[in-house]
């Protein structure tokens, strides 16, 4: 297969995918899970094997626990900075790639300061942390003890080809020469703040990772190694910026899972207590045996890993639908995190005014909590090492909101059925013992605010957090509970917080 010939068997591609019995059909883009769909390919079994078991039901309650987090999207990309992480790689020149390659012979993030990350995300509020230990373009920010055996040439005479190597390709090569990994999981382990760390399956600086997920170096088999909503995927992303090159051979595709599974191992072994890993994209049905058996190993190292679904369907425990927060708290048989950048993608925005704001922040972790879900906000630091001060001051805008009302975030869980809002400007979350019901209004009701799907416990007092007084209320059959918001409350000063005001109600417990 010539590149051409890969292009131009695409839209056959995209019809197979979506007439197989074992794909389902694109997910609606407001209130489907993509990742959902992921178990339904052919490859991976919907029914785990039965020595496989998920993460136990402390570890689920742990995560559902959280609710907020801050997902770091870090590495090489960050010296250009040409958009959205890795991904501006696949356009390019093989001019540009082969520097691109080579960046990392100047990374000096000396800005980098673990202490001051973690301090910065308890002062926001937030209970956990993403960080990228290696994105798609293969870049490790880790101490990897696996070696790169093979890569491409980008600028080979004659075009480029696959060329031998020996380097770990990581962040340990670099001027900087620090595992940032080690250092934000010390500084984590300190502070109590959960760890959760991104893991790319695919490689593409690796060339025995070929064919998959978009790797710039494609092969005459690429149909036969992907499945076909994967391959045109692929297409998609490379355009026409593919190179062909020759099937991986028995001993290259052997080499790529031993290094997949041993970083992957490194990473639950060499840090500590881990509480996530976030895996990325998939790889294919030859290998799937394999990564299956990763993913048993890992199991076996920490039994209470929570594993994100990708790349391994339905062996996964949690969903992150992007850039979206569900329309249903229906929508997902599983815990999930909304994972959604800050500024316009999830690494490093340069732009102050791209930046969405405090109550971007709050309205939507009181939508995807309110669903039963958390948010995780997207921000990538500088070359530096640094976040831009617009995002900080964002963030710890939401950890001030949440000092007043994290009751009504933390810990909570959502209502049953359709109990989750009334319209667009509430939404209600509980506490787990279902003594109380929260109320969060994300815009200010003036003078009285109707609750037509909970009703207070006789004789029991209406809260607002952040305030100690106890709000009036009444019960009407016919419109619902009337609860009075004080006349000093209707100046914005005298409010306790900005973005959105929380009710607490002590209802009958049922």
């Not at 501006?88 to 001019?95: D, G, I, K, R, T």
């Not at 910026?241 to 970083?263: G, L």
């Not at 925005?349 to 704001?357: L, M, Q, R, S």
């Not at 957090?465 to 100046?491: C, H, M, Y």
Request: proline content about 7%.
């Amino acid at each position: 297969m010539n590149r051409r010939q890969f292009l131009a068997s695409g839209a056959a591609a995209l019809a197979t995918a979506y007439a197989s019995p074992g794909l389902a059909q694109l997910p609606d883009s407001v209130h489907g899970f993509p990742e959902s769909e992921l178990y339904r390919v052919p490859y991976i079994e919907s029914t785990p094997v039965p020595e496989y078991h998920w993460a136990q039901a402390s570890a689920y309650e742990a995560f559902q626990d959280m609710k907020f987090g801050v997902r770091i999207h870090w590495g090489i990309y960050s010296i250009w900075h040409r958009g959205a992480e890795s991904w501006p790689f696949l356009p390019m020149s093989f001019e540009d790639r082969q520097a691109y390659n080579n960046l990392y012979k100047t990374w000096n993030p000396v800005g980098f300061d673990a202490d001051a990350w973690t301090d910065a995300f308890m002062e926001s509020g937030m209970k956990m942390f993403t960080f990228t230990t290696k994105h798609h373009e293969g870049f490790s920010m880790f101490d990897t003890r696996t070696r790169v055996k093979s890569r491409a040439n980008w600028t080979a005479e004659g075009g480029p080809k696959i060329e031998s190597c020996d380097l770990a390709y990581s962040i340990m090569e670099t001027p900087f020469g620090r595992d940032v990994v080690k250092d934000l999981c010390d500084a984590a382990h300190k502070r109590d703040i959960k760890i959760n760390l991104y893991f790319s399956h695919p490689d593409w600086y690796d060339a025995d990772f070929r064919p998959y997920v978009a790797h710039p170096l494609q092969i005459p088999s690429s149909e036969e190694w992907m499945a076909p909503a994967d391959l045109q995927f692929s297409r998609q992303k490379l355009g026409n910026h593919a190179v062909i090159v020759p099937d991986p051979t028995d001993a290259e595709v052997k080499r790529m899972m031993e290094r997949h599974r041993t970083q992957l191992v490194e990473l639950l072994t060499n840090y500590g207590k881990i509480d996530m890993i976030d895996l990325d994209m998939w790889l294919g049905p030859r290998v799937w045996p394999e990564l299956r058996k990763t993913v048993l190993e890992l199991r076996q190292i920490q039994p209470d890993v929570m594993l994100r679904d990708r790349g391994i369907g339905n062996y996964g425990d949690y969903f992150t639908p992007e850039r979206v927060v569900p329309g249903s708290k229906e929508a997902s048989d599983k815990p999930w995190f909304t994972i959604y950048p800050l500024g316009t993608d999830f690494s490093y925005d340069p732009v102050a005014a791209n930046y969405k704001g405090t109550e971007w922040i709050v309205h939507n972790l009181a939508d995807a909590v309110a669903k039963g879900g958390g948010l995780q906000v997207g921000v990538g630091p500088s070359a530096y090492g640094e976040f831009h001060p617009e995002a900080i001051r964002q963030m710890k805008g939401a950890g001030a909101w949440l000092k007043v009302n994290g009751e009504a975030i933390y810990a909570t869980r959502p209502r049953k059925g359709t109990l989750w809002s009334e319209g667009e400007t509430i939404r209600y979350t509980r506490s787990k013992d279902r003594r109380f019901v929260y109320a969060i209004l994300t815009e200010w009701p003036g003078t009285q605010v109707v609750l037509r799907e909970v009703r207070p416990k006789a004789a029991s007092s209406v809260e607002l957090l952040g305030s100690q007084a106890k709000l009036p209320w009444s019960f009407d059959s016919a419109r619902g509970t009337i609860v009075t918001l004080p006349e000093n409350l209707q100046q914005a000063g005298n409010r306790p917080c900005s973005y959105a005001w929380s009710l607490k109600l002590e209802v009958a417990g049922t």
